[in-house]
């Protein structure tokens, strides 16, 4: 054990290695926060560095770009309420909020303490339950990801309180807009309409910056313009103290541990742990009135699901050879290009490399939280910018952000429009997270649903004789009675 | 007092997604003998259409016996109009005068619309911020920004 450790020192306190770490968080943090690029443009940008590196600093690298790119995310997310990564839109709910109201400094605290919390959190789950956490992956058929899809589609109901019916229609218009293309199972077309570029369906990233960077910047312009002043309030980040967090521990721990076991499932990300989350949080909370005003409790569950995503996410890659999204394929295919074979052989065999990955996570959480602290103070200055300036940066950082994924000018189309429908639906007081929420789930909810019939013979009801599936449903069943009771409280009062 | 905005964009959202509805049972879309239900394509996005069309139909319904004072904000149509089209104008434009020069103009434009008049940051904003982010993103980032009539001038 004391030589693994020495070993696994030996290999990540080296000038090459710690360089990569700082290089790697530092560039990711840039990368995240840009809307629309996200981990896997970051990732894939850094990966041609690796070829000329050494193991440990390569993967190194490629940690820090990803966990970094998952934080910076929420940068933008805060000052501009423009997700920089679909992780990040969870986040949009309470931190524009908090930044608007002159407090950006403690919406940017909130968001690097919980990452920071988060990441270290998923971290310990992959050194203590990597083995049994991959086992329970493996129990994961199309029947138990189904169940946990629609369990997630409850946070439907979570982020539309008050206003049921709008949010219900918005995300299944998400939902409707993840079937546009290719179909899943038999390849044929749907809705595509003749049109080329409709073939291989709606980018998420074109939607999410349209409604939420542009449909915010139409918003903003027409609410009884005032001039020309900037957003006062301070600049920085400002680290909760521990007063700050008496009460909301819970919701930290609980965010966590949502993370890191959606984490784990192959094909579900960070970006669906955070909506989960989220609704969770707002679901348990006593303050569930003052979600989506500003409340800290929304940007902790958002934050800390999404970076312990990023340790969730190596436990398949490592313990089992499997990548759980696009960012860890590709960090598994750099440890296959450096001669490290990911599996269970690797834990008993390469024990140095392991515990050398593990230390080098632990230094990227430390490097995002420091460049956090004092890179926040640059960042908050964009509120400082007047109006009428940021409005046209924004829509211009979001066309190029929306551009840069597939390099289409039909992409920048679909922005505009996507901008435009937005900004009808909020004047409308119709939630336009439950479209990102749909977009995000949709795809996996068809496909696993078919899946799972095709497996089962199209029996339906081998859908409840799985115990996960099974507790999933109720947990659903669940939701949508607290989110019924909810509504009608809120009528009531209203 | 009735939502009419949002009694006319819910009815809109019914229609539109009754007619994609009603299109899937088309006999263009109709496969060729029996499949099981896993196997059709328009299974599922049919599930999804009759929730929207419920949700739509719901929806109109709140709009249309909705109390007199619970009519949302006010709504500055008219520079809310002209930012939206000054976008519109800007996604078009971007590919064919370049991603430079339709961006510098856009900035300008937008600011003088919201009513920005200090000359000197509006240039120094409006010329260096799109010229900082196409270096960034060309040089840096590997993207490649539309070059429009920029790169038709130089013979690309």
């Known amino acids: 054990m004391a030589e693994t450790l020495l070993g696994a020192l030996h290999l990540v306190f080296t000038l090459p290695s710690l360089g990569a770490i700082l290089a790697g968080t530092f560039v990711g943090i840039i990368v995240g926060a840009l809307p629309g690029l996200g981990s896997v443009v970051g990732v894939s940008m850094v990966l041609p560095f690796t070829f000329a590196m050494g193991p440990i600093p390569s993967i190194a690298l490629l940690l820090g770009v990803y966990c970094g790119s998952v934080y910076g995310g929420s940068i933008s997310a805060v000052l501009l309420n423009t997700p920089g990564t679909p992780a990040s839109a969870a986040t949009c709910f309470d931190g524009y909020p908090m930044a608007r109201r002159g407090e950006a400094d403690a919406a940017l605290g909130w968001v690097t303490a919980s990452s920071f919390f988060g990441g270290i959190f998923s971290l310990v789950v992959l050194i203590f339950a990597a083995p049994f956490l991959a086992k329970l992956a493996l129990r994961f058929g199309p029947v138990e990801y189904f169940a946990l899809m629609v369990f997630s589609l409850t946070c439907i109901c979570g982020v539309s309180s008050g206003a049921l019916a709008k949010g219900l229609m918005a995300g299944a218009l998400g939902l409707f807009l993840g079937t546009v293309g290719a179909d899943p199972i038999t390849g044929n077309m749907r809705f595509d309409f003749g049109i080329f570029e409709l073939s291989g369906g709606i980018g998420l990233i074109p939607v999410i910056v349209g409604v939420f960077a542009l449909a915010e910047v139409f918003v903003r312009v027409s609410e009884r313009y005032s001039g020309t002043q900037a957003i006062e309030g301070r600049v920085g980040c400002r680290i909760p103290s521990r007063a700050d967090w008496r009460g909301r521990v819970g919701t930290l721990v609980k965010a966590s541990t949502i993370g890191s076991i959606i984490g784990v499932l192959p094909g579900t990300g960070a970006a669906t742990a955070s909506f989960v989350s989220y609704a969770e949080a707002k679901r348990s909370s006593k303050n569930s009135a003052q979600f989506g005003h500003g409340a800290p409790e929304g940007i902790i569950a958002s934050e800390a699901a999404n970076n312990a995503v990023t340790g969730g996410a190596l436990v398949p890659t490592l313990a089992l050879g499997v990548p759980g999204d696009p960012v860890t394929a590709v960090i598994l295919g750099s440890f296959v290009l450096q001669g490290i074979t990911p599996g269970p052989k690797l834990f008993t065999e390469q024990g140095s490399t392991v515990a050398a990955v593990f230390l080098a996570l632990l230094l990227v959480n430390i490097a995002f939280l420091v460049m956090g602290v004092f890179g926040s103070r640059v960042f908050s200055r964009i509120l400082r910018v007047p109006e009428p300036l940021l409005m046209g940066i924004v829509v211009v950082l979001s066309i190029i952000g929306s551009y840069g994924v597939n390099q289409r000018l039909f992409d920048v189309g679909v922005t505009f429009v996507a901008g435009a429908i937005g900004f009808l639906l909020r004047t409308s007081g119709v939630p336009i997270a439950p479209i990102v929420i749909g977009m995000v789930l949709g795809p996996l909810t068809e496909e696993s649903l078919r899946q799972g019939l095709i497996v089962n013979g199209g029996d339906f009801l081998a859908f409840f004789r799985s115990p996960i599936a099974v507790g999933l449903f109720l947990l659903t069943a669940l939701s949508i009675l607290a989110s019924l009771r909810h509504e009608w409280r809120h009528r009531q009062k209203t | ?156």
Not at chain 2, 45 to 54: D, E, M, S, Y
Not at chain 2, 72 to 88: C, F, K, Q
């Open chain 2, 1 to 156: 007092m009735r939502r009419w905005p949002e009694a006319l964009l819910a009815a809109a959202f019914a229609l539109a997604s009754a007619a994609l509805l009603w299109s899937t049972y088309l006999p263009q879309y109709a496969p060729p003998g029996k499949v099981s239900i896993a196997n059709d394509e328009f299974f599922y996005p049919r599930i999804i259409l009759g929730v929207i069309v419920v949700t739509s139909a719901w929806q109109l319904f709140n709009a249309l016996r909705a109390r007199r004072g619970s009519e949302p904000a006010s709504v500055a149509w008219g520079i809310a109009a002209a930012v939206v089209g000054l976008t519109g104008a800007f996604v078009v434009a971007m590919a064919y005068v370049g991603f430079v020069a339709a961006s510098c103009a856009y900035v300008l434009l937008v600011a003088v619309v919201l009513g920005y008049r200090r000359i000197p940051p509006l240039l120094a904003v409006s010329f260096l911020v799109p010229f900082g982010i196409w270096l960034i993103s060309v040089r840096v980032l590997m993207i490649p920004l539309p070059a429009g009539v920029v790169r038709i001038l130089g013979g690309g």
